[in-house]
């Protein structure tokens, strides 16, 4: 099944330069595959700009946060 999404011209730029022979939806699933395996977000934050570095770093310390009580009140 087909999208239709609306990026930028920038974005568009920087996928077209990325994505090589490829189609854009395989460029993009190996931006996210990438970002899942390294386990960092800012892959595809540098591409696609939704979260803002403050967002980010709040969310990760959260996530952190929530990790470690949830790990402490296995034991």
Excluded: C, P
Excluded at 41 to 61: D, M, P, Q, T
Aim: hydrophobic fraction near 40%; charge should be positive.
């Amino acid at each position: 099944m087909s999208r239709v999404i609306v990026i930028s011209d920038k974005v568009y730029a920087d996928l077209q330069k990325i994505k090589k022979n490829e189609s854009f939806s395989k460029a993009i699933e190996a931006l996210i595959e990438s970002s899942a395996s390294k386990g960092d977000i800012a892959v595809i934050e540098r591409f696609f700009g939704v979260l803002s570095k403050e967002n980010s770093s709040a969310w990760k310390k959260e996530i952190n946060r929530s990790r470690k009580s949830f790990g402490s009140s296995r034991l």
